[in-house]
């Protein structure tokens, strides 16, 4: 079975600070993602990334920046909190070939206060 | 603009009938369809999906149509069960976007005892 982990299910942070949102897959996929999930606007594209220090923006991407030093790893960092930034975060990963799904990690509710 | 549209934001269907959910698509390129289900605080998971050679595919309790014409695909659920209480997402994906997947908004999908 593919796994896709988050490294917390929910976080409560402080305007200003930065956050660290990070997820590890153990299928050797080649691409990951970073997802943000807001009712009504579905899931919105951050930042992804195709291949080791490798990354290319969303459609969503101000206000983060994203780390990927393997190719297990995919980090999402918010550089400086703000409330707007109040959603669910999703990790996803997807082998790098045309008909493919892509696989979930469970999510991170991150609330800034 | 949105490639993938799901217009309906919510449906409400009794146990035991069919439910059927809604998704259109812009881009005549698309040539591979997902549906995804999503419990609230949990990642979204992968139901099933579709090629466009195809215009039908099953899998139990689940069909996805496909009509190319009408760049429409409809997933139906026989019969509902209360655990089909979820958000429905569809996302397609084609040559002219590097095969990533673009999602539409969700669907909730409540389903009355």
């Known amino acids: 079975d593919v796994k896709v982990t988050q490294s917390s299910r929910y976080l409560v942070k402080r305007t200003g600070e930065k956050v660290f949102l990070e997820c590890v897959q153990d299928m050797d996929h080649e691409n990951m993602f970073w997802y943000r999930q807001d009712p009504g606007l579905g899931l919105r594209l951050i930042y992804f990334?195709?291949?080791?220090?490798?990354?290319e923006k969303g459609d969503i991407p101000e206000g983060y920046s994203v780390s990927r030093e393997k190719k297990e790893r995919f980090s999402l960092i918010l550089e400086s909190a703000s409330t707007n930034q109040t959603s669910m975060y999703l990790c996803?990963?997807?082998?790098?070939?045309?008909?493919?799904?892509?696989?979930f990690g469970q999510g991170t509710r991150l609330t800034v206060v | 603009d949105q490639q993938v549209k799901q217009n309906s934001p919510s449906l409400s269907v009794q146990e035991g009938r069919i439910s059927i959910l809604n998704c259109d698509y812009t881009?005549?390129?698309?040539?591979?369809f997902l549906w995804y289900k999503k419990y609230p605080a949990e990642g979204p998971t992968f139901l099933i999906s579709?090629?466009?050679i195809k215009d039908k595919n099953e899998d139990g309790r689940f069909t996805v149509f496909l009509n190319k014409s009408a760049k429409h695909l409809s997933l139906h659920i026989v019969p509902s069960q209360p655990g089909d209480s979820a958000v429905y997402f569809c996302?397609?994906?084609?040559?002219?976007?590097?095969?990533?997947?673009?999602w539409g908004a969700g669907t909730k999908l409540i389903i009355k005892p």
């Open positions: 996803a990963s997807r082998p790098d070939r045309a008909f493919a799904e892509a696989f």
């Open positions: 579709i090629s466009s």
């Open positions: 996302a397609a994906s084609g040559w002219d976007s590097n095969y990533q997947l673009i």
């Open positions: 990334s195709y291949d080791v220090k490798m990354k």
């Open positions: 881009n005549s390129m698309f040539d591979y």
